[in-house]
């Protein structure tokens, strides 16, 4: 069964440091989303995707934030000076539109030290 | 503020028993609605999807919406170990099929035990 694939599964960075979690679409979804989990704490979208560019962003999303698709496959989410509380599990799902269901990836876990 | 509430449990049944999971949203243009199921540090897997007043069947599990009332419900009949997760709802403002139609608004979810 095709699925979401999202790299690394866990990652520790420094405050202040960039990272950037990869996601892996399955081949024929065109919508991205990025989520997040605060341990304890309810799944909050961050932002949406589609057509090369960002369709909607939450409060969450600011100018920390950004994502793109560099190669036409990976489906990234940067952070680009992190903060002890953007520690989280990071999810990325995609869908084809239309109707069916996304599919989440195993998400990646951010440890911010 | 949209919010969607849901009791935090946890919510314990017998083995084979029927699970009960309730869910009330706050913004009335919700027009799409889910529940997801999420094990201990994986990520939510969608059960069902609900669009419609009324009930919905699938198998074991049976979602119903009251959109007058801002309520869904999840019956989990003949409850398994297996079913022992948290179970998410969610709710999207943008129609089924619409752009964006999993941008959602999530609850904080209601653990579920099933005991054997």
């Known amino acids: 069964e095709p699925e979401v694939t999202q790299t690394p599964s866990h990652q520790v960075t420094q405050m202040g440091q960039e990272v950037i979690l990869r996601c892996v679409p399955i081949?024929?979804?065109?919508?991205f989303y990025w989520y997040r989990q605060i341990l304890g704490q309810k799944v909050e979208f961050l932002v949406s995707?589609?057509?090369?560019?960002?369709?909607?962003k939450s409060e969450i999303f600011d100018d920390q934030f950004s994502v793109e698709r560099p190669d036409g496959s990976n489906f990234t989410l940067k952070i680009r000076s992190t903060k002890l509380e953007d520690s989280a599990m990071y999810f990325c799902?995609?869908?084809?539109?239309?109707?069916?269901?996304?599919?989440f990836g195993q998400g990646t876990r951010l440890t911010v030290v | 503020q949209k919010e969607v509430e849901q009791n935090s449990g946890p919510l314990s049944v017998p083995e084979g028993a029927i699970a009960s999971l309730n869910c009330t949203y706050s913004?009335?243009?919700?027009?799409?609605f889910f529940w997801y199921r999420q094990y201990s540090g994986k990520s939510p897997e969608l059960i069902m999807s609900?669009?419609?007043?009324g009930d919905k069947e699938d198998g074991r599990f049976t979602a119903q919406l009251n959109k007058a009332s801002q309520y869904v419900s999840l019956l989990i009949r003949d409850s398994q170990p297996s079913d022992s997760a948290t179970y998410l709802c969610?709710?999207?403002?943008?129609?089924?099929?619409?752009?964006?139609?999993?941008?959602?608004?999530f609850g904080k979810g209601t653990k579920l035990s099933v005991i054997p």
């Open positions: 799902a995609t869908e084809t539109g239309g109707n069916t269901e996304a599919f």
């Open positions: 081949s024929n979804h065109l919508y």
């Open positions: 995707f589609y057509n090369n560019e960002i369709s909607e």
């Open positions: 913004d009335r243009g919700s027009q799409s």
């Open positions: 609900i669009y419609s007043n």
């Open positions: 969610a709710v999207n403002k943008i129609p089924p099929g619409g752009a964006g139609s999993y941008q959602l608004t």
